[in-house]
DNA sequence: CGCGGTCAAGTGGCT
DNA sequence: AGCCACTTGACCGCG
């Protein structure tokens, strides 16, 4: 089991996220962002390997407006050493990596630009991790996308894009992932039947909608369409509800107590755990604390 | 230099 | 009909 957070280091005084807007966009602000962002990367990454937090997810900000028609510099050449050499130190550390491309990527929409722009931003995020040199237990993880009032019929066009319009790096790397409200563990589990992509599992979007299924056998249902080899083991994301806050809402810091309790409700069973909760390294330390205690980390 | 409005992109639920 | 939330910040113009 390996513990992480997602793209943000609240302690380091860097961010791997810097941007800019459309309308200052030029090349060299872009390959200086790049720089900067891929620079600050490499000190998270150090950071983790140094407190044992061996699961990250990487921004999709990486590279600003990647697969935005306006960038049409070549930075996978100009940064290929880099990415080259931030994938060795992942490699070498043994660090599991995962990419969230976020709510625009959206493969059934009925809108054909919609689907195209999904696609080249997938192209962008699987190419970061082809030029790390990772293998294809770094994930992409996406949402089922919209029902538009006809689940089934967007579940088909998942499928259908999946298979027709993606190209086979981004299949390699692509998992869904149980949403809050649209896409439940079970509509995952069919799309897992028609395309073959793994299922990522969110405990938290679980407790929000399910088919009544338990914590343990959702995670189990979860970990059964992760091919070992291929994929690796389950990757999941971890968070709870924020007390006397809207339904949904992620907590600040984790709560050891719940942690804890999911820890031993899935007793025996391996996999990485995304802490999605606000405060970040913060809490994935004590996650690392407590996961270590209960002897979940060995091997 | 700090603040608030706004930023490439989509969808659905809530008010 | 419009706002908010989503894995979310970060930028930028204004005072």
Redesign the pocket.
């Known amino acids: 089991m390996k513990i992480g957070y ?3 280091n609240q302690t380091l005084d860097c ?11 030029s090349e060299e ?1 872009l390959i200086d ?1 790049v720089a900067q962002n891929l620079a600050c990367l490499r000190r998270i990454l150090e950071y983790n390997v140094q407190h044992g937090l061996l699961f990250f ?1 990487l ?3 990486l590279v ?6 306006v ?1 049409t510099y070549n930075w996978q050449e100009h940064f290929k050493m880099t990415f080259q050499r931030l994938g060795d130190y992942i490699k070498r550390n043994n660090l599991r990596i995962s990419m ?7 493969l ?4 054909e ?2 689907v195209k ?2 696609i ?2 997938l192209v ?1 995020q699987g190419t970061v991790l082809d030029l790390m040199g990772l293998d294809t237990t770094a994930k992409l993880q996406i ?1 089922g ?5 006809d689940k089934p019929a ?1 579940m088909e066009r998942f499928a259908q894009v999946y298979h027709t319009m993606l190209p086979d790096a981004v299949k390699a790397r692509l998992c869904v ?1 149980n ?4 896409y439940t563990l079970q509509d995952c589990l069919q799309l897992h039947q028609l395309t073959g992509v793994p299922i990522i599992f ?1 405990n938290f ?1 679980h407790e929000c909608v399910n088919n009544g299924e338990p914590m343990r056998e959702a995670v189990q249902m979860a970990a059964s369409t992760w091919q070992a080899g291929r994929d690796g083991i389950l990757m999941m ?1 971890y ?1 709870s509800q924020a007390p006397n806050e ?5 907590v600040q810091s984790i709560q050891e107590q719940l942690f804890h309790d999911f820890l031993a409700e899935t007793e025996g069973l391996d996999m990485d755990i995304m802490l ?3 405060d ?1 390294e913060e809490s994935a330390l004590k996650a690392v604390q407590l996961a270590g205690a209960m002897g979940r980390l060995a091997l």
Not at 100 to 106: L, R, S, T
Not at 108 to 111: A, G, I, K, T
Not at 179 to 182: F, G, L
């Open positions: 997602p793209c943000i961010s791997s996220s810097r941007t800019f807007r459309l309308a200052s966009y602000r962002t997810r921004t999709s900000d600003p407006f990647a697969s935005h028609a960038n969230h491309p976020d709510q625009f990527v959206v059934n929409s009925p809108n630009q919609t722009n999904s080249a931003e962008y949402h996308g919209g029902a538009y009032g967007a992932e949403d809050d409200r649209t969110d979007h994301d968070s809207r339904k949904g809402k992620h999605e909760i606000k970040k």
